[in-house]
């Protein structure tokens, strides 16, 4: 079963109260959900989730801790939308915890694993239109080199982009294996064996899918800007591209403006809004990562909204 990331590590830096309001954006198998609504007898939560199985099983889950709960059944880019039509204007806790889950990745038929047979597929809306056989199958070899290299960061991303192309005028690739085997012909043996060669374009497939990283930096906005004095905003991420975006947005509005940075005195609405509360971030301890391997990528980055945002 799916273990969340970070539990004990996440739920102290939430700093929550009684009458807390918490936005989960990912709710995924409620992990970390579970926690939070033990913590917020009086409060509420709010927890965001595309994917029907996760809402179905997370519903009875936490409906056996109590009832001051909604699941939302979209992606957390309409959180905004979704909150202020339910009147809510201001939260006191968001939590991200980002990437796929575990039991996605053991469902054979939705496609996002590397290591078992299954039509290519990655959607986490299964919803949506598009799908990586769609992007695997139609996208230019260009569109698709870019994907691959900004996205998995594969140094064979032309390589690759070029193989699958001319493969697929022969056939349509059609499933995960057939997709790693294309893969696996173009990088060399003495690299296959460190890494397994499909672990980079398949994330950068799936991240073009979903539309990850643009999802998140509009999500992650809007979280800052409903977050209420001494609130806090927590962030998991699991690989580089993701914890950039959210490294730099939270250097960004922890730091003082250049303008008056050597200033003796910084004018109130110079300084900044929000404080980091996790330094350089905070990874999983030694003893989780040897229990669970998906932990090891983990970052963890906190901050917390110490006053209004004020025009300068």
Not at 22 to 44: E, N, P, Q, W
């Amino acid at each position: 079963m799916h273990e969340s990331v970070l539990l004990e590590e996440t739920i102290e830096n939430l700093s929550l109260k009684e009458d807390s309001i918490v936005v989960d954006m990912t709710l995924g198998f409620a992990g970390h959900s579970s926690v939070i609504l033990k913590r917020i007898k009086r409060g509420f939560l709010f927890a965001f989730d595309q994917d029907k199985e996760a809402v179905y099983y997370s519903e009875k889950k936490l409906s056996q801790i109590g009832d001051n709960f909604s699941i939302i059944g979209r992606n957390f880019i309409h959180m905004k939308e979704e909150l202020e039509n339910r009147n809510i204007h201001h939260v006191d806790a968001f939590l991200f915890d980002l990437g796929v889950s575990s039991p996605q990745l053991d469902q054979d038929e939705r496609g996002f694993s590397y290591h078992k047979d299954a039509p290519l597929d990655m959607r986490m809306d299964q919803t949506q239109e598009k799908n990586a056989k769609e992007v695997v199958n139609t996208y230019e070899e260009k569109e698709l080199t870019r994907i691959f290299k900004e996205y998995g960061e594969s140094k064979y991303a032309r390589q690759i982009a070029r193989k699958i192309c001319i493969a697929r005028e022969q056939k349509k690739i059609e499933t995960t294996l057939e997709l790693v085997e294309l893969i696996k012909s173009v990088i060399p043996i003495q690299e296959r064996l460190q890494k397994h060669p499909a672990r980079q374009i398949f994330q950068a497939i799936r991240i073009e899918v979903n539309q990850e990283l643009e999802v998140l930096e509009k999500a992650l906005e809007d979280a800052l800007q409903m977050v209420s004095i001494g609130g806090r905003v927590a962030v998991i991420t699991f690989h580089s591209l993701e914890d950039r975006i959210v490294k730099k947005k939270f250097k960004e509005i922890t730091s003082i403006d250049e303008k008056v940075k050597g200033l003796p005195e910084i004018p109130i609405s110079y300084q900044p809004s929000f404080r980091l509360i996790t330094g350089k971030g905070i990874k999983a301890s030694q003893e989780e990562q040897e229990k669970n391997r998906r932990s090891r990528s983990a970052i963890l980055r906190v901050v917390e909204r110490i006053k209004e945002e004020e025009k300068k």
